[in-house]
């Protein structure tokens, strides 16, 4: 592939991968539940560009790496941890107010609003670059505090991604089917990765710093004008027959009581908590690896090193393989449980966070961190992309993955804070020894989630026979019995 364009060279094994597992999924046995060929084609065509969306909200999300690091001598690592942690601490707590909006609105309205909203302020954000690089501007509070609150504002309009296409998908995938869909969820993020990375490095290499904002702004503005036409949030409104889903849902004949009894309800259950408390040290562990082994790279001389060098490629081929080896064995192997899958992926990443403790030195570190990556990208897409719609129900799909989400970002938001004042800076950072304190910091996140999985090994949704309202079908639904044969 050395004759290849380089940006060529790195997505051709993603499209390679890609087509395997398509193969690979095209020949398991189908879950039969009477869908017809005509509606299996027009769910892709609605879940498909809704995913795209969410990849390219990725792009316009995590970009913020790749410029900072190519602004030399106008933002440090530690400028980019803050500027991270009040995009992250936003994001975190816009759950409270876009969960229940996505839930009364809809997933397709909130898609539109989350990639309209990101293009606009990757646009600013690129015209402040712009005019710091080639005027010398002085944005008012300097450029760290004008670009906190920029990407905080992209970081609200992001937080409505996750919600909106698990709001949406929540209505036309059966609890059965959703294993495999949590895979394709860690597939979207792995390339939505790819895209932040290795396409941002990309653009920065060839073009001025601040097209790294413009070119997913871009982007995203395309996808506001397909998913406006091709995007629906239910089999009904084209033309296809509602389902029973079977999950927390099932039975409801109505929405039930407000927003703030169910809230209250889902975060005083047993279940809930311990997913929530899972996907806080997924956070965590996620962007303590995503964000800062280039950071190390780059610091430490081995930039141009294979796994560096090809970041976002190796992100998305693990993530691809992470996602669908979960969705596949929890449905498979596990029954649709997705406790025991989010336990043994936070194994493998115990083992990793322990070996990267003796292998900062070593070339080996680089494919240890992206093993890692696996892990953790495929325990996001079973609880974020997947448990959220099993325990919240179609009805309150929106809800129940803003709590997990917020959760996510918030141990996000911890790492970017905490790292980027414990990591080594300067000359000091050139010896990776001195990097002692980045697995140390992951060590405990790492166990606790594997502690934690174990605790929801047997839970799943439980449907209502006869309608149940308000918050206490919320409280049934998110029961975790030890045993049951579930959907």
Known sequence: MSSLPPWLANLLPILILLGAVSLVLARLPKVELGHT??????????????????????????????????????????????????????????????????????????????????????????????????????????????????????????????????????????????????????????????????????????????????????????????DFFVIRDTPGHTGHPDFDT??????????????????????????????????????????????????????????????????????????????????????RVFDSRRGPVSAVLYAGMSVGAVATLFLLGSPALGWTVIFMSLCVIGVHGMLSGTASMDFGGKKNAGLAVGIIDGAVYAGTALQSLLLGRILPAGEVAKDPHNWGNWPLAMLPLSFAGLLLATKVWNARPQPKAAPVSGASAVTQAVSAPKTGTGG
């Open 246 to 331: 079977a999950d927390a849902s099932s039975g409801e004949a109505h929405a039930g009581l407000g927003v703030w009894p169910v809230f209250k309800k889902m975060i005083t259950n047993r279940t809930i908590i311990i997913i929530l408390m899972v996907e806080f040290c997924s956070g965590f562990m996620r962007n303590a690896i995503m964000q800062w082994y280039p950071k190390f790279a780059k610091a430490t001389g081995i930039a141009d090193g294979f796994v560096a060098a090809n970041w976002g490629m190796l992100l998305c081929v693990a993530g691809i393989t992470g996602g669908m080896f979960a969705g596949v064995i929890s449905d």
């Open 37 to 226: 060929d005509a509606f299996r084609r027009r769910r892709f065509f609605n879940w498909f560009p809704l995913g795209m969306t969410y990849a390219f909200l990725y792009m316009g999300r995590y970009n913020l790496n790749e410029a900072t690091s190519a602004m030399k001598g106008h933002t440090s690592n530690a400028d980019f941890g803050t500027i991270f942690f009040w995009g992250t601490l936003v994001y975190g707590f816009a759950f409270l107010l876009n969960g229940p909006l996505t839930d009364r609105l809809g997933g397709r309205k909130t898609i539109l609003l989350s990639a309209a909203g990101s293009s606009v302020a990757n646009v600013l954000m690129g015209i402040v670059v712009y005019k710091v690089l080639t005027e010398g501007w002085q944005p008012p509070g300097g450029i760290v505090g004008t670009l906190s609150f920029l990407y905080a504002v992209n970081m609200y309009f992001q937080s409505f991604g996750a919600v909106s296409i698990v709001k949406v998908n929540a209505s036309w995938f059966h609890v059965r089917e959703r294993g495999q869909l949590g895979g394709v969820f860690g597939i979207l993020i792995s390339l939505g990765v790819y895209f932040a990375y290795d396409w941002s490095r990309f653009i920065a290499k060839a073009a001025p710093t601040y097209w790294v904002f413009f070119v997913p702004a871009a982007i995203l503005a395309a996808f506001v004008v397909l």
